[in-house]
């Protein structure tokens, strides 16, 4: 234990120390999602940036934190951020022409990771050393084992709230280049505001489920409201790509015990996790959750293995054919792909299962309808025709898997809102496409 103290306290320094000792103008730096940003080594990059002592560095991330500096005006074209699944931030940014956008399936990024990108330099926030010299990427497994195939120098930023994650990537100390302390709190979300829309639709999927189902829950209002429906359930599991606060309640309940699941039996598991201060208590040290490389978890294959799975997804729009963005708003950036298209194909190939994708029936203070005859010009596909099961809205549920373009328009055509229901007809009439 002195030794790896020892070594420990040779690779202490600050950020502006690791910027300056270990990056090189034109590094191409890439970090896991989420929680694993380091916004004091991002910071520090930005300073030497504007100092002249760096230029042309590279940050590649997923579901950004903050407004980092590679999303921030000041540093277009110094400092260039690719996003992989946009936040707020990278959302302006990529819309601006500052950032740029990495189109890709979740699962891919590991391997894209090694095979094209092949980054430099891994930045990660870690949770404390044990007593074996490792820091665990806590609640971050996604992509790291991906990044840490061809970084050559890794920088950790310390911080006592990361969880110790079992089996998240877990880095020697020996490995690392560099490390320093920051034990600010770690972000959280704030808790989920469930409106009447996302109620309703949350008890339509509810009503859908059957017990000892696996669940996976996307991002957003309407997944979380499926989860708080699902209270009354029993024997449930979880195998998703995002740890909610929404499964903790239903883990909290006993409405999961994981015990139904065929591979990984009794265990919650996930690629990463997001959410509150609870939930990052819970995964400390618990053998109970295991975060496990995104390559595997959102495979199809894994997912198919578990009967009865259930996939509860958010999106902006479908038309006809079932075709679902859940990425753009025309030609706007929103989104990445993320696991949507995995989660899709996963559930309906998994005996029993069924997906879901519902959102509210139309946006902007109810002038838009979300429900079309043909995706806005511009419209990123996430989920194709031939993967789609379910659609829902607040007024109800329309399956579309094993069903003709004629029987989709119907079905959708049923759960649009009341005052679009008559241009949808006229305009499904007006293509052949009512029979
Ligand atoms: N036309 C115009 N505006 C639209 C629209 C449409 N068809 N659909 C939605 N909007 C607007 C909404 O009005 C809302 O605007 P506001 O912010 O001004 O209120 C905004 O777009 C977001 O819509 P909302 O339904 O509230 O989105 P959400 O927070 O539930 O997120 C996704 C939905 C699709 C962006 C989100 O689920 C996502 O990122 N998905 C990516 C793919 C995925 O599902 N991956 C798997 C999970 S990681």
């Not at 992989?84 to 819309?95: C, G, H, P, Y």
């Not at 578990?306 to 859940?326: K, R, T, W, Y």
């Not at 329309?398 to 241009?423: M, V």
Request: aromatic fraction near 8%.
């Amino acid at each position: 234990m002195e030794n790896l103290n020892t070594i420990y306290q040779s690779k202490l320094t600050t950020p502006d120390e690791a910027v300056s000792r270990f990056l090189h103008s034109g590094a191409v730096c890439a970090s896991d999602i989420a929680l694993a940003h380091s916004s004091t080594l991002y910071e520090a990059i930005g300073r030497a940036i504007s100092a002249g002592k760096l230029d042309d560095i590279t940050q590649h991330t997923l579901l950004d934190t903050s407004p980092f500096p590679f999303y921030r005006p000041e540093f277009a074209g110094k400092y260039h951020g690719v996003s992989w699944f946009s936040q707020a931030s990278s959302r302006k940014a990529i819309n601006a022409g500052i950032a740029d956008v990495m189109p890709a399936y979740y699962r891919d990024i590991p391997g894209l990771m090694e095979t094209y990108i092949q980054p430099d330099v891994l930045i990660a926030v870690v949770s404390p050393m044990d007593k074996h010299g490792y820091f665990s990427t806590g609640c971050d497994g996604s992509i790291s084992a991906g990044i840490l195939a061809t970084a050559k120098t890794i920088l950790l930023e310390v911080n006592s709230h990361m969880p110790r994650s079992l089996t998240s990537p877990q880095i020697h100390v020996s490995q690392v280049s560099a490390l320093w302390e920051n034990h600010t709190p770690l972000i959280c979300l704030p808790p989920t505001k469930i409106d009447e829309v996302s109620a309703k639709i949350g008890g339509y999927i509810a009503e859908e489920i059957p017990d000892g189902s696996t669940l996976q829950l996307g991002i957003g209002a309407i997944p979380d409201a499926v989860g708080i429906a699902l209270q009354n359930k029993h024997h449930l599991g979880i195998h998703t790509e995002m740890f909610t606060d929404s499964m903790m309640t239903l883990i909290e309940c006993g409405a999961v015990d994981n015990s139904t699941k065929p591979i990984h039996t009794n265990k919650t598991v996930a690629a990463f996790a997001f959410g509150s201060q609870r939930m990052y208590d819970y995964i400390d040290d618990n053998t109970m959750v295991e975060m496990l490389p995104v390559s595997y978890v959102n495979d199809p294959a894994t997912i198919a293995q578990h009967p009865n799975f259930m996939s509860i997804n958010a999106a902006l729009e479908v038309d006809f054919f079932g075709q679902v963005c859940a990425e753009s708003i025309g030609t706007r950036h929103v989104s990445g792909t993320g696991g949507q298209s995995d989660y899709v194909r996963g559930a309906v190939q998994s005996k029993g299962g069924k997906s879901f994708i519902a959102f509210a029936s139309t946006a902007k203070d109810e002038t838009i309808s979300r429900i079309m005859p043909t995706l806005m010009p511009g419209a990123q596909i996430s989920t194709s025709k031939n993967d789609v099961d379910y659609i829902v809205t607040e007024y109800g549920v329309a399956k579309l898997r094993g069903r003709t373009l004629s029987q989709r328009a119907k079905a959708l055509i049923a759960i649009a809102h009341p005052k679009f229901r008559e241009e949808l007809t006229f305009a499904a009439k007006k293509e052949s496409i009512l029979i």
